[in-house]
Structure formats: structure tokens, C-alpha cells
């Protein structure tokens, strides 16, 4: 592992990096970061629908031992994910390496390309190839759609708060390990437990909700209401929880 203020160190030239990146660029790998996502929320309600009603919450950890295939491949393999840019971009504009513009545009320009792969996985592999549209899945479909829209303002932004606590935490010890293997770990230990938590992920209800609104079982409308308070939250936790606290600790005297 890299040390503590070598990690806010990468952190900050990664953040850079992300900024610098050609328009095409950012939103072809945050099509891919929003579709890996929903892929590993898919695999989650495959893996738990047939075992929920017999298991309880252990179904819940089996699932969330399955969903950080999603920010796993991104983090290694390649895309960008507008939850983890929250923490890595936000600690490049503490450092004063950017600028507060040139924030606020990637986590839109990530964003907007992250709905289109979140949607895209819903419509092309939920609803056209029956993944969410039937049976025992999309009974599992529904029921945690309708968890997600059914909290209030203030526990949606909480929740938010939480996840992205954790998803901060994944990169953070992501791009402090040396090796693969250490990645892997570093990454699928944070996402798993918020998952298990049941925290709320944006870019997650974004492929959960529109699954839910093509099989007829949510609106836009509840979509938006959900979307804003929790987006709102991960900034919280990973710009201000993650990146802020780190900051601050490991570089005090900027």
C-alpha cells in the first residue's frame, strides 16, 4: 500500500486527469461506467430473487458480494462514474488544481452519460431480454424500486450521504494498493457493505428505477424525486466525507 499522503497524492492526478480528458472520451467511458454499474445491479437481482423470500437480509449480502463487479471493472478495466469523480475531482479542486467550473462540468458531463448507460442496461437487457420483466425478478424489480422512491427527501440524501461515503472509500484504497489482487479487494469490501446496507447509489436507481418505470411500475416523476436528494448526498459523502476529511488530515498545511 501506498501511504496515506502518497494515496491523496495519486488522488489529486487522477482528478486532474479526469478533467483533461477530451469530451468523447469522458462520455464514452461514462457510458461504460453507468452501464457496468447497472450490470452489477442486475447480477444483484438475478442472484436474489429466487432466495429472498427463504433467506432474508443473507440473500442480501449474497447479492452484494456480487455488485462490485460493476466498479470493479470500471476502476480497472476503464469508465468513468460520476459517484466516485464526486471524490476524486473534488480532491483536485481542494488542492486548487482546478476550478470550481471545471468541477461542476464533470460531474455533469459523467452524469448525463451515466443515465444513458444506466437506461440503456434497463431498456436493452431488463426489459427487451425479459432480465426484470417477469417472474420472481421482476417482482424483486419492483419491490426494491419501491423502496428507493418511497423514502423521504431527508433519508434519501442520508442514504446518499452513506453510500458514497463508501464508494470514496473503495477508490481511495483502490488507488492505494500496489497490486491487482489488493485493487480487487480494496474495492470489493466498501461497495459490498454499503450495498448490504441498503444505502441509496444515484447511478444505481438510475438502472433500478427506469427498469421499474418500463415494466409499468414507477414514474419519471417518482424517478426525479428520488434522483435529486441522493445525488445531492454522494456529493456529500464522497466530496466532503472522503476527499475533504483526507484533505484536510494529509495535506493541512494547503
Not at 429466487?50 to 471493472?73: E, K, R, T
Not at 446496507?197 to 416523476?221: D, M
Not at 475533504?244 to 493541512?252: C, E, H, M, S, V
Request: with cysteine; aromatic share 14%.
Amino acid at each position: 500500500m501506498y501511504s496515506p499522503e502518497e494515496i491523496i497524492a495519486i488522488t489529486i492526478e487522477k482528478g486532474i486527469g479526469k478533467v483533461r480528458k477530451p469530451l468523447q472520451e469522458k462520455l464514452i467511458l461514462g457510458f461504460i461506467g453507468g452501464a457496468m454499474i447497472s450490470l452489477g445491479y442486475l447480477a444483484y437481482i438475478r442472484v436474489i430473487s429466487s432466495i429472498v423470500a427463504d433467506w432474508g437480509s443473507f440473500a442480501s449480502l449474497i447479492g452484494a458480494m456480487v455488485f462490485p463487479i460493476g466498479l470493479i471493472v470500471i476502476l480497472l478495466g476503464g469508465g468513468e462514474l460520476v459517484t466516485g469523480n464526486m471524490m476524486t475531482v473534488a480532491a483536485s479542486w481542494f488542492d486548487r488544481k482546478i476550478s470550481l467550473t471545471d468541477l461542476i462540468a464533470n460531474i455533469l458531463t459523467i452524469a448525463c452519460a451515466n443515465f444513458v448507460g444506466a437506461v440503456f442496461v434497463a431498456y436493452l437487457f431488463g426489459h427487451v431480454a425479459g432480465l426484470t420483466s417477469s417472474g420472481v425478478f421482476l417482482e424483486e424489480t419492483l419491490t426494491l424500486a419501491q423502496a428507493k422512491i418511497s423514502a423521504e427527501p431527508l433519508q434519501a440524501f442520508v442514504s446518499g450521504i452513506g453510500c458514497n461515503w463508501f464508494v470514496g472509500l473503495a477508490l481511495w484504497l483502490c488507488y492505494g494498493a500496489k497490486d491487482s489482487f489488493g485493487k480487487y479487494m480494496g474495492t470489493w469490501f466498501p461497495v459490498m457493505t454499503f450495498v448490504a446496507i441498503g444505502f441509496q447509489h444515484s447511478v444505481a436507481n438510475i438502472f433500478l428505477i427506469s427498469a421499474a418505470i418500463f415494466e409499468g411500475g414507477a414514474t419519471w416523476f417518482q424517478f426525479l424525486t428520488n434522483f435529486i436528494p441522493v445525488f445531492l448526498g454522494n456529493i456529500v459523502g464522497g466530496s466532503f466525507l472522503v476527499a475533504g476529511l483526507y484533505y484536510l488530515a494529509y495535506k493541512p498545511k494547503h
